[in-house]
């Protein structure tokens, strides 16, 4: 079975930066669509960011178009999130996902296996 390992949260102020970066162990990385979702206090978990096996196509939920961007290294087995322009309505516990298929999947229905999570905090 595949482990997702995420790393990189902590506290930032307003206006700040973060990256956030997950390692998978148990499977062939490159096979398989990643994404990222959080989950906020008092709210369901939400996607956030999605990219497919080789990279080349991504998407986003809206509230973080032109802030977050995601990126993957398959020879290294990890996908990145890179938190930019951070606001306090991005505070949540942010987790990594990874896909049943090669392609761009926004529904958390559409991930086999989760990380454990790792809290985001901004402060305004």
């Known amino acids: 079975q595949v482990q997702l390992a995420e790393s990189g949260g902590g506290l930032v102020q307003a206006g700040g930066s973060l990256r956030l970066s997950c390692e998978a162990y148990?499977?062939?990385?490159?096979?398989?669509?990643m994404g990222w979702f959080r989950q906020a206090p008092g709210k369901e978990r939400e996607f956030v960011a999605a990219?497919?096996?080789?990279?080349?196509?991504?998407s986003y939920v809206d509230s973080v178009k032109g802030r977050f961007t995601i990126s993957r290294d398959n020879g290294k087995n990890t996908v990145d999130l890179q938190l930019n322009s951070l606001k306090p309505e991005d505070t949540a516990v942010y987790y990594c996902a990874g896909a049943a298929t090669a392609a761009l999947s926004t529904s958390a229905t559409l991930y086999e296996y989760w990380g454990q999570g790792t809290q985001v905090t901004v402060s305004s």
């Open positions: 148990g499977r062939t990385f490159s096979s398989y669509g």
């Open positions: 990219i497919n096996w080789s990279g080349g196509r991504t």
